[in-house]
């Protein structure tokens, strides 16, 4: 079994910043490839980033040169950077990861912009 605990969230005012962290444990042979996606009330779920194997990021428009995403092999975690951040980026953020040709997920963080 795999498990993502993420951490990290918490309450920032607009323009502030936080970073989020995502560690992976148990039986890990092979990462494809580490995301995180956020849900806000009401709203679906959302990819944020994303990171493959070969480095390659992705971004949602909304987020794009705000948002770093970054992964440590050696410490099994997954990053978010946030800066800049705004009132619509409140949510619940949750990182996924392909692991062992599966798909895993923690359970979320919250993470609340507002003065």
């Known amino acids: 079994q795999v498990q993502l605990v993420e951490s990290g969230g918490g309450l920032v005012q607009p323009g502030g910043s936080l970073r989020l962290s995502c560690v992976l444990s148990?039986?890990?042979?092979?990462?494809?490839?580490m995301g995180w996606y956020r849900q806000a009330p009401g709203k679906q779920r959302e990819l944020v980033a994303l990171i493959r194997t070969i480095g390659v990021r992705n971004y949602v428009d909304s987020v794009k040169g705000r948002f770093t995403i970054s992964r440590d092999n050696a410490k099994n975690t997954l990053y978010l950077q946030m800066n800049s951040l705004k009132p619509d980026d409140t949510a619940v953020y949750y990182c996924?990861?392909?692991?062992?040709?599966?798909?895993?997920w923690g359970k979320g963080t919250l993470v609340t912009v507002s003065s």
């Open positions: 148990g039986s890990i042979f092979n990462i494809a490839h």
């Open positions: 996924k990861a392909r692991v062992n040709e599966m798909d895993y």
